[in-house]
């Protein structure tokens, strides 16, 4: 009688006397924050501008994103679409867009964390009040988690996840973020 092989390696079952890889490359940090750097301009161009277009410059056409009400868009088409909608109605309540943290696992991947944080006023401190419209109380600061994909000389945004930024219940563990 022959033994069944073990179950192949799962994310539940890891082979823990494996080590773990570190996947980011910090010989390449320099350049990783200057193409984040890049791609946060973008951002807080075509938001302060209200063009959806520069806005999503930079975002694949098959772009995967995932909105801070738990919804998910495909595709560039129906994400510039929905950005078109958001940035016609009343002028946005200033926000300021800042790389957080980075790792750059493979050549031509990068994985950074970047949050918008609401103004008071244009150049302002941080206050409340929505990204785009006027109502205070549905107002929220987020924290996005982008992938960008190199092709050729151009990167592409082709995953975001944005999360509103909420006070954390006063027993949460605060990690430390990383500012590469």
């Not at 006070?167 to 430390?176: E, G, L, N, T």
């Amino acid at each position: 009688m022959t033994r069944p092989s073990p179950p192949p390696e799962t994310p539940s079952s890891p082979d823990r006397s494996r080590p773990r890889p570190r996947l980011h490359q910090p010989e390449r940090d320099a350049t990783t924050r200057a193409v984040v750097e890049e791609l946060i301009d973008g951002l807080q161009r075509g938001l302060d501008e209200g063009d959806a277009d520069g806005y999503d410059a930079a975002f694949a056409a098959d772009v995967l994103w995932g909105n801070p009400y738990g919804r998910t868009v495909a595709g560039f088409d129906v994400l510039n679409g929905i950005h078109h909608r958001m940035m016609t109605g009343p002028p946005a309540i200033p926000s300021r867009y800042e790389h957080v943290q980075s790792v750059r696992p493979a050549e031509d991947v990068i994985v950074t964390h970047v949050r918008r944080t609401l103004l008071d006023r244009p150049g302002g401190t941080a206050g409340s009040g929505n990204a785009r419209g006027t109502d205070a109380s549905a107002a929220f600061s987020e924290m996005a988690m982008y992938v960008l994909v190199r092709r050729g000389e151009h990167w592409w945004l082709t995953g975001g996840q944005n999360t509103p930024i909420r006070p954390a219940p006063i027993d949460s563990v605060q990690p430390r973020e990383r500012n590469t």
